[in-house]
DNA sequence: GCACACAGGATTGCGCGCAATTCATAGCGC
DNA sequence: GCGCTATGAATTGCGCGCAATCCTGTGTGC
């Protein structure tokens, strides 16, 4: 078949979505990058976004757009668009961006100790920590990154937090494409003591952990052995 | 007259540039709103850019959702663009980041201590010193924003470096909007000590001292006293 | 058997026009 | 004189269609 393959998996069965807005179609090819569902080198073909979508061609343009923008997809003209694959340059890029970035947000949270923050930051740990232990993975990953986006908002910098959901989702991109040595064990431990040194006002000891622990998922990371990127379509979900 | 006034200005007539492409009249609308020739709360009127770019209306609309993106304009659906007039908590957010984002970028150059950065950096200082003792306090602003910009890509960090490049332009509308109380004397004497810091490879005081640089900024400010924005169109150049 | 050239199909870029909504002005009633 | 309403103009949103460009598959020559 000539035709080009539907992209309709990018929106969950379960929920099913309402999408009749640029902002909707970006919101969903957003959620599909970060939850891996599209993968890296994957075309995202604007005749076959129309068609999943039931819009315009002009809303998935702009939707494409922004993502290409967010570095989460790269834009070739008059050729299309592509799911990104950073390369190893790019990875360090965003691991040290996250460290400057989230070492602020750290530290305003911690700053400011506000009970009610820290609560939501523990209810984020065990809703990630239930979900890990019932098996769903991909949740808890998701959630997991959730974490770090949290704080960002919580330390109130619209700014900040903004930037930290695009390096966020840059980062699940990354660590598809390099294989990681170590397993991700640490991390609850790692969130835990955070949200305890948040709690406690120790602003150092917070944003010294903090970079640590993206350090430290930086360096579990072999950043000189990039996966191979298959450049062609991938079926994520079937329609028909 | 009833027709919409033109925009042309917003390109200098000294170096007429190419403006044939989105990107070019992103590039041009950017620059007009950093050197304040658009002025916070004008209305970007989709026809009149077209007319001033001679470019159609959906390489205007990209670029100006572009720039929606990127904070420096607001959008309302259905009425049109204008260039954004940030309030006294997206300052803040504003400057918060800055000191996140420029400590980073700052420990970096600190750290690496390479003679040609540190030569590139002082030859922007020179060249501001010569703009402001000749009058050209434009052009000297402009450089000045473009030290932080040239220190965030001398860190090597594209994504820090393009953060900064937008907060920098922000910070142009924010010290356009609010009256400040005190003068801007002290940036000169900031910036050559933060060259002296890199140079000497004094990480933690070069750090400090972009802190403080930068915190100084805001503090020159009076945040709870906003200048009233003009929502009507400003002519910043005529034509004909 | 391999490389190059050519042609067909597919995809993107972009201008054009109409419909829907909003803003401004003028008119009317109180 | 003041406020409200209604009509008109202007502007934005968006789908449609054509032209330009790029990839793929085939055929030919060496």
Redesign the interface.
């Known amino acids: 078949m000539k035709q080009p393959r539907r992209l309709v998996g990018v929106m969950n069965d379960r929920n099913r979505p309402r999408v009749e807005d640029a902002g909707d179609a970006y919101r969903h090819l957003f959620a599909a990058i970060v939850d891996q569902r599209l993968l890296p080198g994957t075309k995202l073909t604007e005749m076959a976004l129309v068609e999943a979508f039931g819009l315009g061609r002009?809303a998935i343009g702009?939707a494409l757009?922004?993502l290409t923008?967010e570095?989460l997809v790269v834009f070739f003209p008059k050729r299309g668009a592509f799911v990104a694959a950073p390369d190893a340059a790019?990875a360090r890029?965003?691991f040290?961006?996250r460290?400057?970035?989230e070492?602020?947000?750290t530290?305003?949270v911690a700053r400011a100790a506000d009970p009610a923050a820290i609560a939501k930051l523990q209810d984020n740990l065990d809703q990630e920590r239930a979900l890990r232990r019932q098996g769903h993975l991909r949740e808890a990953i998701h959630l997991s990154g959730g974490f770090h986006v949290l704080m960002a908002e919580l330390s109130g910098?619209?700014?900040?937090a903004e930037?930290v959901r695009l390096?966020v989702a840059r980062t699940s991109l990354i660590v598809n494409l390099f294989d990681n040595q170590a397993g991700l064990a640490g991390w609850h431990d790692h969130h835990d003591d955070l949200i305890r040194h948040c709690a406690a006002g120790e602003v150092e000891q917070a944003v010294a952990l903090m970079r640590a622990h993206i350090t430290e998922l930086q360096d579990a990371l072999a950043l000189d052995r990039r996966r191979p990127v298959a450049f062609d379509m991938v079926d994520v979900f079937a329609r028909d």
């Open positions: 002009r702009t757009q922004r923008w570095k790019e890029d965003v040290a961006a460290v400057a970035i070492a602020g947000t530290e305003a910098n619209r700014t900040l930037q390096l």
